[in-house]
């Protein structure tokens, strides 16, 4: 999520998709703990924000790397 809020919106997805992968192959895929985070995740990264980016941020503009 940290990611995203910096404006990397192509590697908060490439991570997103990552933690899925994760969650699928264990056993905490089940708790609801991870799930609710994943939830968050997505809803930042893919929901309404994800369409538009995030909201522009003067000390990390986005898209721009330390």
């Given at each position: 999520?940290?990611?995203?809020?910096l404006?990397?919106?192509?590697?908060?997805?490439?991570?997103?998709?990552?933690?899925?992968?994760?969650?699928?192959?264990?056993?905490?895929?089940?708790?609801d703990?991870?799930?609710?985070?994943?939830?968050?995740?997505?809803?930042?990264?893919?929901?309404?924000?994800?369409?538009?980016?995030?909201?522009?941020?003067p000390?990390?503009?986005p898209?721009?790397?330390?």
């Open positions: 999520m940290k990611q995203f809020k404006g990397w919106v192509e590697d908060a997805k490439a991570s997103l998709t990552r933690l899925r992968e994760l969650l699928g192959d264990t056993r905490n895929a089940a708790s703990e991870y799930q609710a985070f994943l939830a968050e995740a997505e809803a930042l990264i893919e929901g309404a924000a994800g369409a538009t980016g995030p909201t522009s941020d000390a990390n503009p898209g721009g790397r330390p």
